[in-house]
């Protein structure tokens, strides 16, 4: 579950960051929509995925150091959106 972890945080960030950059660019309402229902998917499918690996950190504590690296690697993802929230509303309001 670590490994599926990581690789979401990462593929999460890399899809948001290139919506972002790709309707800074653009424009395009419709990237703004399809930022905003990504951030949301995005959001449930974490959180997820968060509350699985917890439950195998509780089963398994003898890997409790790769468990909990791998959630804030996913955690990290939060200050990254709330970052591209702002400028969204700073520059485009």
């Known amino acids: 579950m670590n490994y599926v972890g990581k690789t979401l945080a990462y593929y999460s960030a890399l899809i948001g960051t290139l919506i972002f950059i790709t309707y800074l660019i653009s424009g395009s309402f419709f990237l703004l929509i399809t930022g905003a229902v990504f951030t ?5 499918i974490n959180i ?37 929230m702002l400028i969204l509303s700073y520059f485009h309001a």
């Not at 509350?51 to 955690?75: C, D, F, G, P």
């Open 40 to 44: 949301l998917s995005a959001a449930l």
């Open 48 to 84: 997820t995925v968060i509350a699985l690996i917890i439950i195998e950190l509780i089963s398994y504590q003898k890997h409790w150091r790769n468990a909990v690296v791998t959630i804030i690697w996913m955690l990290l993802n939060i200050p990254l959106a709330i970052s591209y």
